[in-house]
């Protein structure tokens, strides 16, 4: 009997110096698909995503662009949606974060290929020109990932705090797991840098990262209605968990309503991915978690949902690491040692191109 997985697609930041020459290394049974996306950026004046992949260094300033950014992801996580052995796991539902919620529209069934990259190709160079606002990243969990009622009312008054402020918008942007994401415009970035209390390395501002999922955003979605026709989108052929934990099924979604969440409400209001892990959980009850890169960042955070829900008895990061150790029930293909559990074998790969 094959196994139940809920897939998780990665969001804009994925893509790292720890990760470059990710296609290089997992890609040559997709090479199809990147010359398409390549020849597709060519066609652009972009760099195409394997000149980027293949860099002989990271820049942050040139891999973490949007425009750039985005089909790399894309590439990426492809890749390794591929490599799912179906042999051995059924994928119940598909969800994602952030960006992520793009890329689950394209394995959801919900975009083709070529709609898929026409999606997040667009909405990934919306700010070429300029970049609106920024996102800031803070802890409301404790060292145990347990949530923090102090870290959590700290982080409300900062937010209140700055935005009676004269000049200043901020907003909530994302709802991490153990962390949340607030999006501002840069007199409220300021502000949140110095009045949120510093844990550790928090708060930070999350590199060449607009004020996503804010009111701030609203040129953008009016723009991406004008450049996305909903003739891209169609019935999704698994059921798909979005930024509100609302389950889109293959055989009852409305199209209009799916375009209009995707270039509208999910682009200008909170993204809950702590709601669309904890549906992902208790509405799908999967055998496994799976986590496409590139990279493995979005481990914690899901590790400190589960802990939320008190998952299978996980109290305590501890006890997380623990499982992991023993048993995974998230399984990252971005990091080596969980990859073969889930990828199919080399020659498997290779014999159905």
Not at 12 to 37: S, W
Not at 60 to 82: K, N, V, W
Not at 312 to 331: C, M, S
Request: with cysteine.
């Amino acid at each position: 009997m094959k196994k139940r997985i809920v897939v998780i697609c990665p969001g804009r930041g994925t893509y790292t110096k720890e990760t470059l020459g990710y296609l290089r290394q997992h890609g040559a049974y997709v090479q199809d698909f990147i010359k398409d996306i390549d020849q597709r950026r060519q066609a652009l004046g972009e760099p195409t995503i394997s000149e980027l992949d293949n860099a002989e260094t990271f820049q942050p300033q040139l891999h973490t662009r949007g425009e750039h950014a985005s089909s790399l992801i894309y590439a990426c996580s492809y890749t390794d949606f591929m490599a799912i052995d179906r042999e051995k796991y059924e994928i119940v539902a598909v969800t994602g974060n952030s960006m992520g919620w793009y890329l689950a529209l394209a394995y959801g069934g919900a975009l083709d290929w070529e709609a898929g990259f026409k999606v997040i190709n667009t909405m990934g160079s919306m700010m070429k020109q300029e970049i609106i606002g920024g996102q800031v990243i803070y802890p409301v969990c404790d060292e145990q990932w347990r949530f923090s009622p102090t870290r959590w009312q700290a982080a409300e008054q900062a937010v209140h705090k700055v935005s009676q402020m004269e000049a200043c918008e901020v907003y909530p942007s994302i709802y991490l797991g153990g962390y949340i994401v607030i999006g501002a415009n840069k007199p409220g970035l300021q502000a949140l840098l110095k009045e949120l209390p510093q844990i550790e390395n928090y708060p930070f501002q999350l590199i060449n990262h607009a004020a996503f999922h804010t009111p701030l955003l609203r040129d953008i979605a009016e723009k991406a209605f004008q450049k996305i026709p909903q003739s891209l989108f169609q019935k999704p052929s698994v059921p798909l968990i979005d930024g509100r934990g609302y389950v889109w099924q293959p055989y009852s979604t409305d199209l209009e309503e799916l375009y209009h969440y995707t270039l509208g409400h999910q682009v200008v209001e909170p993204y809950d991915f702590t709601r669309a892990i904890t549906v992902a959980l208790k509405d799908f009850a999967p055998d496994h978690l799976v986590l496409l890169g590139p990279g493995s960042s979005l481990g914690g955070s899901v590790g400190q949902i589960l802990i939320e829900n008190d998952w299978h008895g996980l109290k305590t990061k501890q006890d997380f690491t623990v499982r992991q150790a023993e048993n995974p029930f998230v399984i990252a293909m971005g990091r080596p040692d969980q990859r073969p559990l889930i990828a199919k074998s080399s020659k498997r790969l290779f014999d159905q191109q």
